[in-house]
């Protein structure tokens, strides 16, 4: 068991530091766009991000597992991962996180003072300057919602269980994990990965908290 | 005089209404130039366009030549960069006043600035603060501050937004001192948007009338304030209503 857990342990850890990693790279830019800019269809785009925040992760699962069926008209690309394997597992965590980057990064650049990017520009800021000039005023508001967007993740499970299959040794996570030893009735080893997963995302947020409050004070 | 700036027919219009309209008006190297007018009057609006932040509904701003019209979609970067503005209500980043004042300066990849930083702070009685954070100044010291951050880039055209406005006298008198040395010495052109008529005949060699958008006249300072050549100006300096 406890190569096992092992596993288990360092599997979650990739697929979820890889979908965070992934979702922030793209939640932080729309959220930054969204939070800047007036354009047609914004507010259908916000709408969306904001059901997005609040999607059962088991349709997102559902989705995906279509996407990558052998039904889906996208069927056969390459650059889509097969079913029940981690990379499938990586692709729900991303849609599942991305509308909480995305959507919490946009309300922390909508908190900036709005004259300062004008001011900025009237220094001689390009429009991206500006723009990393006021991500950088956002800083705190963008870490909470990378924090928003591992918590989105970190204790998911209908969707990794759909799209992965709770594979041993191959896709079984923490939480999958957790839900298949308590079905068994192994209470002791579900309650051990529980300890296990929330110490992992009490590190993980302490990491966070740190980064922001060294910045906040920086 | 060499003419720096030539505003024509130019004019703003925010949600079908007119909120400036200056058919005419050269700006010359090397001077100070106030425009005075009542609150609303659309001084800050000219201060925007003049400064490129803002394209004009109408008309076009030469500044050497290189015309700003409504079909521009941004002047270049290298015009931009000379001319710099002040606010009336200074934005200061999140970080030390040190750290605000180089903001400009990292724009532009401008490494060795460690001696144009202090000098700047100096020049606004801010070099003993440069550790504090932002956030903890007083208005004055936001304005100061806001101040260095724009003198330190050694701008070819300064604009400043009601520069003094709810300072205590010493704050005034120091930064009317700046602008008077950043002209005489550096040959730095000012346009100066105030309510205060005083300042501007301190401080400006012509001044501008502005009323509800509308350029009414622009003279030199002395003959602005002892004969204006309209009625709402002499109205104006004398503190009477005039629309």
Known sequence: MDAQAGEIVLLSLRVSGVALFFSSLLGIPAGVLLGLNRFPGKRLAVILIYTGMGFPPVVIGLLVYFLLSQRSPLAGLPFLPDLFTPEAMILAQIILAFPLVAGFTMTAIQAVDPALRLQVMALGATRAQAALSILREARNGVIAAIVAGFGGIISEVGAVMMVGGNIAGRTRVLTTAIVLETRQGNFEAALSLSLILLGMAFVVNALLFILQDRWQND | ?243
């Not at chain 2, 005419?24 to 106030?34: K, N, P, Q, S, T």
């Not at chain 2, 005034?172 to 000012?190: A, K, P, S």
Request: charged residues 25%; contains cysteine; aromatic residues 6%.
């Open chain 2, 1 to 243: 005089m060499d003419i720096l700036y030539r505003v024509e027919g130019l004019q703003q219009i925010y949600q079908n209404r007119t909120v400036l309209d200056v058919p005419e008006l050269d700006i010359y190297r090397g001077e100070i130039l106030a425009v005075v007018g009542p609150s609303g009057a659309g001084k800050s609006t000219l201060l925007r366009l003049l400064a490129f932040l803002e394209s004009p509904a109408r008309g076009q701003i030469l500044f050497e030549n290189y015309p700003f019209t409504p079909l521009t979609a941004e002047m270049p970067l290298s015009l931009r960069r000379r001319v710099t503005m002040v606010f009336q209500r200074p934005v200061l980043l999140h970080d030390s006043v040190r750290a605000n004042v180089m903001y400009g300066l990292r724009l532009r990849g401008e490494r060795d600035h460690h001696s144009r930083v202090e000098q700047a702070l100096r020049e606004v009685g801010m070099d003993r603060m440069a550790h504090v954070r932002a956030r903890t100044l007083s208005g004055g010291e936001i304005q100061r501050t806001a101040l260095a951050r724009a003198i330190v880039l050694q701008p070819e055209v300064l604009l400043l937004d009601e520069p003094t406005a709810n300072l205590d006298p010493y704050n005034v008198r120091l930064i009317e001192d700046l602008i008077q040395r950043l002209n005489r010495q550096y040959g730095m052109t000012l346009v100066i948007v105030t309510h205060n008529v005083f300042q501007a005949r301190r401080l400006a060699h012509r001044t501008a009338l502005l009323l509800d958008g509308k350029l009414i006249e622009v003279r030199d300072t002395h003959t602005f304030f002892e004969s204006p050549g309209d009625a709402r100006t002499r109205a104006f300096i004398h503190g009477e209503w005039v629309c």
